[in-house]
């Protein structure tokens, strides 16, 4: 009698049809209008970004690839380490990824190190290590470590024993109390990552791409939203519709946006993309993004991609498995949207 599911479902269809009477009166301008909204809802307050000062903290040879350690600074005083997967071969400049991670230890775990920093051997988990499978195909990937896992936990979450845990619940509560999200935070921590990036003489700075798995895939997509410089994008793990996944399903406090369902569902922020190339990649059996939400997303992007002209630029993917990373159709594709 006192449940409130069915006030909230009542909530949920009185802001969708708001969304459907606004577009109608801004139908002209409704794209710029939406991202205009997705940047304030992922507003950070700083008053200038610090210098990237790039420190370089560790370089190992690997049979195919070196791998480097590097330090940068973002705003607010903020270091982040990042790992830039190189290429062995010759010296001309390459299509670049900036690689997301999502919930797990961190950036180590799509590198092919174990939680403690040590080689990874055996079996690769369900991250599939996609930072290593992208730099074996010519890329150079950059991997930041996302603000509140691995190394960049609080050190209340970093006790001995705990590995995969994260610092998110508590960041994200802090930054609400400065009218901030935390996603809207690494958002703009990853744009400071391609500043830097841009900055390497490795990279060929037309030729940039990101791929995100999970809350990876929430900030591989606001980021090429917001930052034009990615051209191509994969999201793994991630496409649906907020009522099916983060509405319908317990996730983390990362997910939510501040004011997200005023503008857009998800599938329309995700066609915000278009037409630049975009691949969407997901297991049937993903309990926390559902296959029917997923479904729901692309038959959305499927009709934005055919009214941007861009039917050829969408690519999808939906594999047997979990919330896991398949990127058997992924890798390939995104090898052929940045090709010179």
């Given amino acids: 009698m006192w449940s409130p599911d069915a006030s909230m479902d009542q909530l949920y269809r009185a802001f969708e049809l708001k969304r459907e009477q606004s577009r109608t009166e801004w139908a002209e301008h409704a794209k710029a209008h939406m991202k205009k909204r997705l940047a304030d809802s992922l507003a950070v307050t700083m008053e200038e970004q610090d210098d990237l000062r790039p ?7 690997l049979e195919d690839h070196v791998r480097e350690r590097i330090e940068i600074g973002t705003f607010w005083g903020f270091r982040v380490p990042v790992y830039v997967l190189l290429p062995k071969g010759d010296s001309h400049k390459r299509a670049a990824v900036l690689a997301l991670h ?13 939680a403690d920093g040590s ?23 950059v991997v930041p470590e996302i603000l509140g896992f ?17 610092s998110c619940q508590t960041l994200a ?13 690494r958002v703009h921590e990853a744009m ?5 990036l841009v900055t390497r003489e490795e990279v060929d700075a037309s030729r940039i791409g990101c791929f995100g798995f999970s809350g990876g895939g929430l900030l591989a997509a606001y980021t090429a ?20 996944s983060i509405m319908g399903v317990r996730h983390c406090i990362d997910n939510y946006l501040p004011g997200a369902l005023e503008f857009a569902e998800l599938p ?9 190339p975009l691949f969407i990649a997901s297991g049937k059996g993903d309990p926390i993004f559902p296959v029917d939400g997923v479904e729901a997303a692309v038959s959305y992007l499927e009709r934005a991609y055919g009214l941007a002209g861009a039917n050829e630029k969408l690519g999808v993917h939906l594999y047997d498995g979990v919330h896991e990373v398949n990127g058997s159709q992924a890798y390939p594709w995104l090898v052929e949207a940045l090709k010179r």
Avoid at 268 to 276: C, F, N, S, V, Y
């Fill in 119 to 141: 080689e990874l051997e055996g079996e690769w988990d369900l991250h599939g290590n996609y930072a290593l499978e992208l730099v074996r195909r010519g890329f150079v990937v």
């Fill in 225 to 244: 939203i917001l930052d034009d410089r990615v051209q191509a994008s994969v999201l793994c793990a991630f496409t649906n519709t907020f009522k099916r």
């Fill in 150 to 166: 691995g190394d960049r936990r609080l050190e209340e979450d970093r006790k001995e024993g705990q590995v995969g845990n994260s």
């Fill in 173 to 185: 509560s802090h930054f609400m109390l400065y009218g901030m999200s935390i996603a809207g935070v």
């Fill in 268 to 276: 329309e922020l995700i066609g915000l993309l278009a037409p630049r």
């Fill in 192 to 196: 400071r990552v391609l500043d830097y």
């Fill in 55 to 61: 420190v370089l903290l560790d370089r190992v040879e």
């Fill in 102 to 114: 999502g919930h797990g230890y961190g950036s180590r775990q799509i590198v092919g190190l174990n």
